[in-house]
């Protein structure tokens, strides 16, 4: 039987293309996913609303966030954190040192920590700069931990210099429109939603993990290695949802 890399080495592979650690050098278009990341693009500079990135788990919502952070200016400062495990206000807050690489004071009071964070944006803003913060699984974030940083988004936020990005399930929708304060009436945060893939895109999609281990190098018009019978049957045991679709191959 013949191992993994004389598998690759015969199709003329650089890795294996649907490993999940795979380096992918550019992002899969189809699937809202490039019309998503040009919204939360936009959205991080022209808007102050809360920014939700939801969908299925799988559904590429953590790659989309890596390709923002890897886009992002100069003007921009981009940090990143888990929110499992943080219940607490003040494990998010250390989080948050942490991810925007301060120096933590463990003896610091509550109000003390949101006092030098609030300096650390101040400092920012000044340098005609802004920070956003990208959560993910913040769905699983503590009642009080997530009042905290909606109220650090949208109320104590002078010159919306922080911006903050959550990521995470459906179910954080509601934890933002129970949570969030509005204004004029209007909710002040905005869901991006990367739905599913359609059989067109799956099949698209089979080929974009191909060509990013060089699968197309040699032969541009070089045909699938999958017959349009075992797509079907990959898009419905995936339900269209990237990460079900890496499972389903092995190489």
Partial sequence: MSTISETLAELGLS?????????????????MRR???????????????????IGADGSGKSTLADFYARRSERDQIVARTRASMLTSPS?????????????????ASLGELKARLLAYFKAVQEKSRSVVLIV?????????????????ALTDNPG?????????????????DYTCPQDKGQNQFTSVRLPEFSL??????????????????????RPLLFSNRQVEKIHKLSDGVPGQILSLIHI
């Fill in 15 to 31: 890795a294996n293309p649907f490993a999940k650690d795979t380096p992918l050098d550019s992002l899969f278009p189809g699937g």
């Fill in 35 to 53: 019309a998503s990341l040009d919204q939360l693009q936009l959205l991080s500079r022209e808007s102050s609303d809360i920014i939700a990135l």
């Fill in 91 to 107: 494990q998010l807050l250390q989080e948050m040192f942490k991810a925007f690489v301060l120096d933590f004071p463990p003896q």
């Fill in 136 to 152: 993910d699984d913040a769905h699983e974030l503590g009642d009080e931990a997530f009042n905290l940083i909606t109220k650090l």
């Fill in 160 to 176: 919306n210099t922080f911006h903050l990005i959550l990521v995470g399930q459906s179910a954080l929708l509601d934890m933002l």
């Fill in 200 to 221: 067109d895109e799956t099949r698209n999609y089979l080929r974009y993990r191909f060509n990013a281990v060089g699968f197309n190098e040699q032969d541009p018009a």
